[in-house]
């Protein structure tokens, strides 16, 4: 397969780099054209392109597909040193996706994960790895894979399905779900590392839907909330709307060198997405592209960027993980002090009904140490001395093989820090108290 402007594309992106000069009108950039554009089928495992799609080079030369002998390319993201691209790919309509890497040197396209159903979203991790979405049982399962070898990993493990959308500069993966998480009805942004441990919501304001997140250079993240643009910064606990034009954005938020940002956006619903040049606290958007009438949207600039820090993995080859928490009552739910008397743990059968794995003592500052079962849906329930629900998840969390998690409280944000003290759990025992399920029940309570 040969791609006749691709030398052009990487000369122009040298050049570029070099001359270290931001020149809007030059910037070399990939981007996915589709006649239609769905990007909540995911959601319910569906297709994002129901008509197909097709990713094109943006340069000099004009407007050319990347890879024009497949019958579909999506979902391009750029490796760091900026030569290579990895895509969601189909040579053949019938095909399912799956993720292809395409490298400027030699203009040829290889298949890196094969796949029987869709994978789709990849995205580079440091040390010659990549995560993507790989379709599973109806839903999408993220899954970290070796670029060079059979190692893939599934990392999420909620009932409902996951969408990666960044590596960020931490080297955590910024993906997007549905809040609560498993069984919600709107979209909301959460962080995993790349063996699956350590999943949280990035934010705990939880309202509108908020998707299509994207880091900036800043380590703000820019996303979308409902159809608006907003974003995260370091000092808030909250998303804040941004200034940007009405219309209704798609997310995936390219920051260029001069500070402009390159999006894709639309004036409402009757229009297809484009893409558009914009300096925030303007009030102009520039189309960057001639119209032609389909959908672009998912850009990704041509260009080196920096390494995200590696994750080296703490977990253990264990079948359980084990999970401390310092004060159940810090969070955002007032619950009356010296109130609890007993966390549930409770698990799904094949059915996707709740199971009750064990319960557990909670101490009178609000901690509780418990093992769990690992890889597998989990929902905690806190009771009170009566033995009613005092609180309860209404989405679901997992937790990894060999995975050592302390938490602060329930449902804290990751800006509260614990008091220095020791948790009167551990006074009592260092032991977590087994709840992984040797005797499963049916759940009640409430459930």
């Keep these: 397969m040969r791609l006749a402007s691709a030398a052009s594309a990487m000369l122009l992106l040298t050049l570029w780099v070099a001359a270290d000069v931001p020149n809007p009108a030059s910037v070399a950039f990939l981007y996915t054209s589709a006649k239609q554009f769905q990007p909540d089928a995911w959601i319910q495992g569906g297709e994002r392109f129901p008509q197909g799609a097709k990713i094109f080079v943006h340069d000099s030369a004009g407007e050319h597909p990347l890879v024009p002998a497949f019958a579909g390319s999506a979902d391009p993201a750029v490796s760091f040193d900026g030569r290579r691209v990895l895509f969601s790919g189909k040579r053949n309509p019938q095909d399912a996706w799956e993720i292809w890497e395409f490298a400027f040197e030699d203009q040829e396209a290889h298949r890196v994960v094969a796949c029987t159903e869709d994978c789709v979203r990849p995205l580079y991790l440091p040390e010659e790895r990549l995560a993507y979405a790989h379709r599973s049982h109806g839903r999408f399962v993220i899954e970290a894979a070796s670029a060079n070898g059979p190692e893939r990993l599934p990392i999420t493990y909620s009932p409902g399905g ?23 009805t709107v979209t909301e942004l959460y962080t995993i590392y790349s063996d699956g441990s350590g999943v949280e919501a990035y934010r705990c304001d939880h309202g509108a ?4 997140g994207r880091q900036m250079a800043s380590g703000d993240i820019v996303l979308v909330s409902g159809r608006q643009l907003a974003r995260f910064t370091s000092p808030l606990a909250h998303a804040v709307k941004t200034s940007a034009p009405a ?10 060198q001069d500070g402009a940002w390159l999006l894709p956006w639309r004036p409402d619903l009757r229009r297809p997405y484009q893409l558009v040049r914009w300096v925030p606290g303007s009030s102009k958007l520039s189309p960057v592209l001639p119209n032609s009438g389909n959908e672009s949207i998912e850009p990704a600039l041509l260009a080196a960027r920096p390494v995200p820090n590696r994750h080296p993995s703490g977990l253990h080859d264990w079948s359980y993980a084990n999970l401390l928490c310092l004060n159940a009552y ?19 059968d094949a059915l996707g009904h709740p199971k009750l794995l064990g319960e557990a003592p909670v101490e009178e500052d609000g901690s509780f140490y418990v093992r769990t079962p690992a890889d597998q849906p989990l929902q905690i329930e806190l009771r009170d001395r009566a033995g ?5 998840e209404t989405g679901w969390f997992w937790l990894r093989r060999g995975e050592q998690r302390i938490c602060v409280g329930c449902h804290t944000g990751p800006e509260t820090a614990p008091e220095n003290a020791v948790p009167r759990i551990l006074l009592r025992s260092t ?9 499963v029940q049916s759940a009640s309570g409430g459930h």
């Design 388 to 392: 009613k629900i005092a609180q309860k």
């Design 209 to 212: 839907s908020r998707h299509a």
């Design 431 to 439: 032991i977590p108290a087994d709840l992984t399920g040797a005797s």
């Design 162 to 184: 996951a969408l990666p959308l960044d590596v960020l500069h931490d080297g955590r993966i910024l993906f997007e779900a549905v809040h609560p998480l498993g069984e919600g």
């Design 330 to 348: 810090t969070g955002k739910f007032k619950m009356t002090p010296s109130s609890l008397a007993s966390v549930r743990l409770y698990t799904q």
């Design 247 to 256: 219309g209704e954005y798609a997310g995936d938020v390219l920051e260029l």
